[in-house]
């Protein structure tokens, strides 16, 4: 599903029994500046990634640059501020990045599912499968890719698919 967390993704792997179905997952994480919270019987996405490369390099992010944030919480206006400004710094998140990162292939080990895991985290140290880092796919709209770019990055997938053998493509 688009448009979630890392969080969101490891919620999904513990929380949704269906996983245990699959003979294969391909998982893509993405910013780990993306959270969500749950309130009034939903979760909600926080997602800032506009300004992401400043929130991960611990720049001094200017105020006017959390305001599409800032917008989306009414209520929470103040703690998202907060939060951005002065809790969260690139150690944060590499952390947060590398525990679900972990959690996640960990999971799908013990559950025997072979994994092909994804990111579109061009700032990240950790060992994926394919990083779909946006400087270096055909682009569409808001750096998403077009048709060329999905075909080179299915492309990556299969390959990836077909090392491990014993799974069946149809």
Request: net charge positive.
């Amino acid at each position: 599903m688009s448009g979630g967390s890392n969080d969101r993704i490891v919620r999904n792997l513990y929380c949704d029994n269906t996983i245990r179905e699959c003979d294969l997952a391909v998982i893509q994480m993405t910013l780990p500046a993306r959270t969500e919270y749950f309130r009034n019987g939903e979760w909600r996405r926080v997602n800032p990634s506009s300004n992401y490369h400043e929130f991960y390099n611990g720049k001094n992010l200017d105020v006017t640059k959390l305001n599409r944030l800032i917008e989306k919480f009414d209520s929470h206006h103040d703690f998202w501020h907060y939060y951005y400004m002065k809790v969260t710094n690139k150690e944060y998140f590499d952390t947060r990045e590398k525990i679900n990162f972990e959690t996640i292939r960990d999971t799908m080990r013990r559950r025997g599912i072979p994994l092909v895991i994804c990111s579109i985290n061009r700032y990240t140290t950790l060992d994926f499968d394919v990083l779909l880092d946006t400087n270096n796919r055909n682009k569409a709209k808001m750096g998403h890719p077009n048709a060329q770019g999905h075909r080179l990055i299915a492309d990556k997938i299969l390959k990836i698919i077909r090392s491990y053998g014993d799974v069946d493509l149809l």
